[in-house]
């Protein structure tokens, strides 16, 4: 059992909901792939906060959580990473707040509100450079991320 991934362990375990639930919340993060007895030094910094995110995603709403994640696509297919938009979305539509840091353009996009940090990383950034809808930032002569944002807007 514990050699099984938790997509395989989904069918095996489909007579048990409690364990299905949260197989499903861990497929549903993109992390299907992971084995049962997997342990979490191998993880990624990723992975950990989605299986982080699947443990939350298992329990009963509340509607009034505020999530937080730092690059979660980090090393993630492009099938995984609409998976995880699909349930940050799933999170909103719930009445919670998701705050990402994230540099993946596809996923920046997305999101209902921006606000763009730097001009540079590290010690030449840190400044507020523009704020508001993906098209707005995109707009910002100033951001250097509007400028790239552009692109893939047209898109």
């Known amino acids: 059992v514990l050699d099984m991934s938790c997509e395989e362990a989904l069918g095996f375990f489909e007579k048990h909901p409690p ?7 861990l497929v549903d993060v993109g992390l299907g792939y992971i084995r049962l007895g997997q342990s979490a030094p191998t993880l ?3 992975e950990a906060q989605r299986v982080k995110l699947a443990s939350e995603l298992a329990k009963r709403p509340t509607g009034h959580t505020v999530y937080i994640l730092d690059e979660p696509t980090t090393g993630l297919h492009f099938e995984d990473v609409r998976r995880l938009l699909a349930v940050l979305s799933r999170l909103v539509d719930q009445g919670n707040s998701v705050i990402v840091i994230e540099h993946n353009l596809d996923v920046v996009k997305t999101a209902d509100w921006l606000l763009d940090l730097g001009p540079e990383g590290g010690r030449g950034g840190g400044d507020v ?7 707005e930032v995109a707009a910002a002569s100033e951001s250097h991320t509007g400028r790239y ?3 893939v807007l047209a898109t």
């Open 129 to 135: 450079v523009a704020t508001g809808t993906p098209e």
């Open 19 to 25: 364990i299905t639930r949260h197989m499903q919340t």
């Open 44 to 46: 990624s910094g990723g």
């Open 149 to 151: 944002l552009r692109d």
